[in-house]
């Protein structure tokens, strides 16, 4: 650094502030590389786990789907394609208006596994996945429950037998097995890192898997517990109005003394979340406000996204342009080389983040936009603490958490 901006930073005052808050937060980046340096030396779920199986207990897993004609059949061929020694497979059919409900009946006519359940009626007091997951649950006769969603795509034969070996093996009470992200229009690519990413900022693996932290976190597309756990969590009905159930049983279990552990997929299977930028919104917006659960919470991810996502960028593009409109051009020539040095250690966690969500890292150059997006949700989740409601999957939901 030359004696020139030595000199610009400790004698004016308000751009030195500026200037070492941009060098904090470019080092606060950095050491994310040392968060990352451990989730590449995390457990990762694959089909070698499945080697050890011996008598695995009879597994029910569960899924609930509502207008999911596009999904539900690729859905449910994964799962009764499972190479798991006793399955049943009971499928949820939550008042739909497409198919969805005839290509349960169809394809349970082909596999005695499946057994569908069709739902009628959304009674008051529910969410209307948590409804028709305990209807489902009355046919269950297995001695583990696996929790799924419609929009899954199973790519490992081996995935429940492995889920069920680590868990036994591992002495686990409650396995989230996170999915591989598929993501493939503009809006998806941009959005689903920056959110991702705040999702870990909130719930650090190493947190959620340690019994003496209060963090909890389990991700509803793959939720496998024992009989005995789900009733200990009151099942569903103990859920009734939440609308993120995932996030009330990772609670309910670390509150409880169940041991919880979330553990990557390894690739074993996908899941496409939202399509479209209208989903993408109210999906995330559900998320965020559920997920977080105190106002406080959703207003230091406002302070995280304006100072550490945006502000770096910001900086960057407004002390160049000022450099070259102001009669003080070292000024802002500093103020420029501070956020240039936060960008570049931003960007150089970002292009690993990418990567180990399986995202194509140059996708990092879109960051900002995507925290800007990010941003933008978390203020519309914000909405809720004023009484406005929840819109998804066809239903308005004014409570639920």
């Known amino acids: 650094m030359s004696l020139a901006l030595l000199d610009f930073a400790f004698h004016v005052s308000w751009a030195a502030a500026w200037f070492w808050a941009l060098l904090l937060i470019g080092f606060v980046w950095a050491r994310r ?3 990352l340096n451990r989730a590449d030396r995390d457990a990762i779920l694959s089909p070698a786990d499945a ?14 789907a509502k207008d999911e004609e596009p999904n539900i059949g690729r859905c449910l061929s994964g799962l009764l394609a499972q190479q798991y020694p006793d399955l049943e497979v009971i499928a949820a059919n939550d008042r739909s208006s497409d198919r969805t409900g ?3 009946d169809d ?6 596994r499946l057994k569908p359940v069709h739902v009628a009626h959304l009674p008051a007091g529910w969410t209307g996945k948590n409804h028709a997951l305990h209807q489902a649950i009355g046919l269950a006769t297995g001695d583990y429950f696996c929790f799924t969603d419609a929009d899954c795509q199973f790519h490992a034969p081996e995935l429940l037998a492995a889920a069920v070996c680590f868990a036994l093996r591992e002495k686990i009470d409650f396995l989230s097995v996170l999915p591989d992200l598929e993501a493939y229009t503009f809006w998806e690519r941009v959005v689903q890192p920056p959110a991702g990413a705040i999702m870990v900022f909130w719930f650090p693996p190493e947190k959620v898997n340690d019994p003496k932290s209060p963090r909890a976190y389990a991700n509803g597309a793959f939720m496998l517990m024992s009989r005995r756990s789900y009733e200990t969590l009151g099942g569903h009905a103990a859920a009734k109005n939440a609308l993120n159930e995932d996030m009330h049983f990772a609670r309910r279990a670390k509150r409880g003394g169940l041991r919880l552990r979330v553990i990557r997929g390894g690739g074993m299977y996908s899941v496409r979340m939202y399509v479209g930028l209208r989903q993408i919104w109210n999906g995330w917006t559900r998320i965020f406000y559920c997920c977080f659960g105190t106002l406080p919470r959703l207003l230091a991810s ?3 996204l304006s100072v550490f996502s945006l502000l770096p960028m910001a900086s960057l593009l407004a002390s160049l342009g000022l450099a070259a409109l102001t009669a003080a051009p070292s000024v802002w020539a500093g103020i420029a080389a501070a956020a240039g040095l936060a960008v570049l250690a931003q960007q150089s966690v970002l292009w690993r ?3 180990l969500g399986r995202t194509p890292p140059a996708w990092a150059l879109t960051y900002p936009i ?3 997006m990010c941003l933008a949700i978390t203020l519309n989740a914000m909405r809720r603490y004023a009484g406005a409601a929840t819109h ?10």
């Open 370 to 372: 995507g925290a800007a």
């Open 107 to 112: 394809m349970a006519a082909r596999d005695a």
């Open 102 to 104: 005839q290509i349960m």
């Open 33 to 35: 590389h040392l968060a």
């Open 51 to 64: 080697s050890a199986a011996a008598a695995l207990p009879k597994l029910s897993v569960l899924v609930a």
């Open 302 to 304: 406002v302070v995280f």
């Open 392 to 401: 998804w999957r066809g239903t308005s939901y004014t409570r639920g958490v």
């Open 353 to 355: 983040f990418y990567v």
